[in-house]
C-alpha cells in the first residue's frame, strides 16, 4: 500500500512570495489533515477536511493560508503571501475516518520543508 | 479538548526500559490515548493506542491507570533507532492535539 505523497520536499521562497504545497493521501482515506510543524514544537493542526468538506479549519491564518479538496482525494495548500514565520515543515496526513475518528491512526507523509528569507 | 502534558526529554542507554508519562487530568470519557514517533525529517507514526488498562504490540506497551488521567509509554529493551521524539494524544471525535512531545536519546 502507497503512503501519503506529499511534494515538493523542499522549498526555499522570499517573503511575500507564493508557494503551494500538494498531498496525495492513501487510497481510500476519507480524512486528510494538514499540519504545520515549527522547528522544535509538535505539530499544529491547520485544516482538516472529511472527503472534499472541511471539518475544521480553526487554526488556519485564513488571511494568507487557504486549502483545498476538491474532489475528495488529493489536496493542495497555499500561503500567499508568505512571511517569515511561516518558515516550518508542512504535513500531510489521512486516516480512514470510519465510526469511532478519534480511534483511527493518522498516516503522515514526509513533509515539505519551507523556508522563507 | 484535553490536553497532554510530558516531560521534555530523556536519556536512556541501550537495552533499558524506558517510561515516558503523559498526564491528560481532564481526559473525556470518549477519548483514546494515542502515541506516535518521529524521526528528524519525517513525519510522525503511529505506534500504540489504548482507552484502559494495558494495551500491547510488537513495539510498545502502554498503561492506563482507572482514572485514565495519566498514560505510560513503556519501551522495552531500547537501541540507537529509538532515539526520537514521542508524542501523547488524546483524540475523539475527529480533534487532535499534539504537545511539545518527549526527545528519546538512547546512548550506546
Known amino acids: 500500500e502507497a503512503g501519503v505523497a506529499q511534494s515538493p520536499r523542499y522549498k526555499i521562497i522570499e517573503k511575500r512570495q507564493s508557494v503551494a504545497f500538494w498531498c496525495n493521501p492513501i487510497?481510500?482515506?476519507?480524512?486528510l489533515y494538514w499540519y504545520q510543524q515549527i522547528l522544535g514544537q509538535g505539530p499544529k493542526l491547520l485544516i482538516q477536511?472529511?472527503?472534499?468538506?472541511?471539518?475544521?479549519d480553526s487554526q488556519l491564518p485564513k488571511d494568507r493560508f487557504s486549502a483545498e479538496r476538491l474532489k475528495g482525494v488529493d489536496s493542495t495548500l497555499k500561503i500567499q503571501p508568505a512571511k517569515l514565520e511561516d518558515s516550518a515543515v508542512y504535513l500531510c496526513a489521512s486516516n480512514r475516518a470510519g465510526g469511532l475518528a478519534g480511534t483511527d491512526t493518522q498516516y503522515f507523509g514526509p513533509g515539505t520543508r519551507l523556508t522563507v528569507l | 479538548l484535553a490536553k497532554t502534558t510530558q516531560p521534555i526529554s530523556m536519556d536512556s542507554y541501550e537495552g533499558q526500559e524506558v517510561n515516558i508519562t503523559c498526564s491528560h487530568n481532564n481526559i473525556a470519557t470518549n477519548d483514546y490515548i494515542t502515541w506516535y514517533q518521529q524521526f528528524p525529517s519525517q513525519g510522525p507514526r503511529f505506534i500504540i493506542q489504548g482507552y484502559k488498562t494495558k494495551v500491547t504490540n510488537e513495539v510498545a506497551s502502554l498503561f492506563i491507570p482507572a482514572d485514565r488521567k495519566s498514560s505510560t509509554l513503556s519501551l522495552p529493551r531500547v537501541s540507537l533507532s529509538d532515539t526520537a521524539v514521542y508524542y501523547c494524544?488524546?483524540?475523539?471525535?475527529?480533534?487532535?492535539?499534539f504537545g511539545a512531545g518527549t526527545r528519546l536519546f538512547v546512548k550506546a
Open positions: 477536511f472529511q472527503n472534499n468538506g472541511v471539518v475544521d
Open positions: 494524544l488524546v483524540a475523539w471525535d475527529f480533534k487532535t492535539i
Open positions: 487510497s481510500g482515506h476519507a480524512t
